[in-house]
Structures are given as structure tokens and as C-alpha cells.
């Protein structure tokens, strides 16, 4: 079983940089795919970033190219996400999922951080 465990977030105001980590426990999670999700009130749950631990390509949504980067440390088994050039509606819960291969159901997510950009 795949154990994340979020750190991060906060509030920032427009333009600012912040950067969310989650650390990941348990099983052999060396071909996993960890992702990066965030949901805002009243909306969706929203894909943002994704990385493969074995391979390191990294993909975004459109609404975060250019702006966020997602990045690993395989030796402290942590994946992050920095966040530059905030915007309001960044304004969002943040979480962090693991899944076995794309298209795979969710093995286990973060617990989910508040990311707050003023304006």
C-alpha cells in the first residue's frame, strides 16, 4: 500500500512562488505515476501535472505550462511541485495521487493542501 503525505501551500499573493511536496511511503512505487491535482470551491477536481517515477517526462495542463514544474527526488522519495507566477484562480485544495500506469484507478492520495493567491 502507497502512503503521500503533502507538505506546503499557503497564501501568497499574485505572482508569487510556492512550492507543494508529497511524499510517498510503502510499497515499491518505482513505476508509479504521481500526479497533482487541485480542486477550487465549486468546481471540479482538476488534473495539473503528472510525472512517471521511473522515467521523469513530466506533462502539465495548459492552464499551469510554463508556470509550474513538477520534479522528483528519488532519495527522499518526494515529488514536487513549484509553482511560479501564481494567479488568482490557482486559488485551490492541491492533492497529490498515485497510480500504478496511466488510466489505472488512484492507488492512494495526499491528504491535500490549500494553496490561497490573492489578487
Known amino acids: 500500500q502507497v502512503q503521500l503525505v503533502q507538505s506546503g501551500g499557503g497564501l501568497v499573493q499574485t505572482g508569487g512562488s510556492l512550492r507543494l511536496s508529497c511524499t510517498v511511503s510503502?510499497?515499491?512505487?518505482?513505476?508509479?505515476?504521481m500526479n497533482w491535482f487541485r480542486q477550487a470551491p465549486g468546481k471540479e477536481r482538476e488534473f495539473v501535472a503528472a510525472?512517471?517515477?521511473?522515467?521523469?517526462?513530466?506533462y502539465y495542463a495548459d492552464s499551469v505550462k510554463g508556470r509550474f514544474t513538477v520534479s522528483k527526488d528519488n532519495a527522499k522519495n518526494t515529488v514536487y511541485l513549484q509553482m511560479n507566477n501564481l494567479k488568482f484562480e490557482d486559488t485551490a485544495v492541491y492533492y497529490c495521487?498515485?497510480?500504478?500506469?496511466?488510466?489505472?484507478?488512484?492507488?492512494?492520495w495526499g491528504q491535500g493542501t490549500q494553496v490561497t493567491v490573492s489578487s
Open positions: 495521487a498515485a497510480q500504478s500506469r496511466i488510466g489505472a484507478p488512484y492507488d492512494a
Open positions: 510503502g510499497r515499491t512505487f518505482s513505476n508509479y505515476y
Open positions: 510525472i512517471p517515477w521511473s522515467t521523469g517526462n513530466t
